[in-house]
């Protein structure tokens, strides 16, 4: 039998009772029929994902489909259907190397064109849904084809309409619209304008933004590295919250404070956990907080997925603790709850 490990980043997970790979449209479709209504667990490159070391009692379908479709413009750029199994960043720095911009900021993100929209994934100031304008996916419920246009996908900070509603929609592809162009939008995001040498608000070349954000992620072991056990993990596993003027206007004026357009306020989870105690470095077991950045809990080589979810207990009774905020995975657990 095999064991989901050897399907995840955070390379835990127990056995799986059926696992399917497929690689295209067709074979997608017929493994999810197949399946009945039995629990289905969607994997792609398995980096946003905590499963349980009790493993799916359900069908595992692994997913690699790579089919890519352009409608190229010699002005206003392109049209791009990608499958739901292409890697995200080999993706990225194709429409980079043939000439498109837009999406350099994104540049290093885990995972699969897949899961883009349903976490509506972002980083440095923007997010994959400025791009998308359809999404194709098989509705479980009906069992039939269902493309989603930009506004039916209801998107938000990481968040989707295929989110809430966990299992229904399998994403088969995804259409981006981007432009042509050598350089950046404005670069809004501090940390990366700094990284640049250029003050917030100025471009840069689309090659060299690219490669700034490669090298802040590695910096922060958020690229995923076979030789760097400080890199085994999910990526960021909490979400930045988002909190009433209130809460925001008695966290402490360090805290950093974004205003959202509905008058809530987002603030950082990074900055809440470091501020309440939790150091780069801590262990649980065999888990740690990454020695990088205090957002990735890692797997120093032998953790188990429940000393990973207890340490992310912690992280999270830590910041309820010190600033009455209770922080929400971003990473999708699988047979475990916080």
């Given at each position: 039998?095999?064991?989901?490990?050897?399907?995840?980043?955070?390379?835990?997970?127990?056995?799986?009772?059926?696992?399917?790979?497929?690689?295209t449209?067709?074979?997608?479709?017929?493994?999810?029929?197949?399946?009945?209504?039995?629990?289905?667990?969607?994997?792609?490159?398995?980096?946003?994902?905590?499963?349980?070391?009790?493993?799916?009692e359900?069908?595992?379908?692994?997913?690699?489909?790579?089919?890519?479709?352009?409608e190229?413009?010699?002005?206003?750029?392109?049209?791009?259907?990608?499958?739901?199994?292409?890697?995200?960043?080999?993706?990225?720095?194709?429409?980079?190397?043939?000439?498109?911009?837009?999406?350099?900021?994104?540049?290093?993100?885990?995972?699969?064109?897949?899961?883009?929209?349903?976490?509506?994934?972002?980083?440095?100031?923007?997010?994959v849904?400025?791009?998308?304008?359809?999404?194709?996916?098989?509705?479980?419920?009906?069992?039939?084809?269902?493309?989603?246009?930009?506004?039916?996908?209801?998107?938000?900070?990481?968040?989707?309409?295929?989110?809430?509603?966990?299992?229904?929609?399998?994403?088969?592809?995804?259409?981006?619209?981007?432009?042509?162009?050598?350089?950046?939008?404005?670069?809004?995001?501090?940390e990366?304008?700094k990284?640049?040498?250029?003050?917030?608000?100025?471009?840069?070349?689309?090659?060299?933004?690219?490669?700034?954000?490669?090298?802040?992620?590695?910096?922060?072991?958020?690229?995923?590295?076979?030789?760097?056990?400080?890199?085994?993990?999910?990526?960021?596993?909490?979400?930045?919250?988002?909190?009433?003027?209130?809460?925001?206007?008695?966290?402490?004026?360090?805290?950093?404070?974004?205003?959202?357009?509905?008058?809530?306020?987002?603030?950082?989870?990074?900055?809440?956990?470091?501020?309440?105690?939790?150091?780069?470095?801590?262990?649980?077991?065999?888990?740690?907080?990454?020695?990088?950045?205090?957002?990735?809990?890692?797997?120093?080589?032998?953790a188990?997925?429940?000393?990973?979810?207890?340490?992310?207990?912690?992280?999270?009774?830590?910041?309820?603790?010190?600033?009455?905020?209770?922080?929400?995975?971003?990473?999708?657990?699988?047979?475990?709850?916080?």
């Open positions: 039998m095999t064991t989901l490990n050897k399907y995840t980043s955070l390379r835990v997970g127990g056995p799986a009772k059926s696992i399917v790979n497929v690689s449209e067709a074979e997608i479709i017929a493994a999810i029929e197949e399946a009945g209504d039995s629990p289905v667990l969607i994997l792609g490159g398995g980096s946003n994902v905590l499963v349980s070391d009790n493993g799916f359900g069908t595992v379908i692994h997913i690699a489909n790579n089919q890519a479709e352009s190229v413009d010699a002005c206003s750029g392109a049209t791009l259907t990608i499958g739901a199994g292409e890697n995200w960043d080999s993706f990225v720095a194709t429409t980079i190397s043939r000439g498109f911009a837009g999406l350099e900021t994104l540049s290093g993100i885990p995972g699969t064109v897949g899961a883009a929209p349903i976490q509506n994934i972002g980083a440095y100031g923007h997010e849904s400025e791009f998308i304008t359809r999404v194709r996916t098989y509705d479980r419920e009906n069992k039939a084809i269902k493309t989603f246009t930009y506004a039916e996908c209801e998107f938000e900070y990481r968040n989707s309409h295929f989110k809430k509603h966990p299992g229904r929609y399998i994403v088969l592809s995804v259409q981006f619209q981007i432009r042509r162009g050598e350089v950046s939008t404005p670069i809004t995001y501090a990366l304008a990284k640049l040498g250029i003050a917030v608000g100025e471009k840069a070349p689309v090659v060299d933004t690219r490669k700034a954000v490669m090298e802040l992620r590695a910096a922060k072991g958020m690229l995923l590295n076979p030789d760097d056990k400080d890199s085994w993990s999910a990526g960021s596993f909490f979400t930045n919250p988002i909190v009433t003027t209130e809460i925001a206007s008695a966290l402490p004026e360090a805290a950093p404070k974004w205003p959202m357009t509905d008058g809530r306020v987002k603030t950082s989870a990074a900055w809440l956990i470091e501020n309440s105690g939790i150091d780069k470095g801590h262990a649980h077991g065999g888990a740690a907080v990454s020695s990088k950045h205090v957002l990735a809990l890692t797997n120093s080589g032998n188990t997925a429940e000393e990973i979810a207890e340490l992310a207990r912690e992280v999270r009774a830590s910041v309820k603790a010190k600033f009455g905020i209770t922080l929400e995975p971003e990473v999708n657990l699988v047979g475990i709850t916080l």
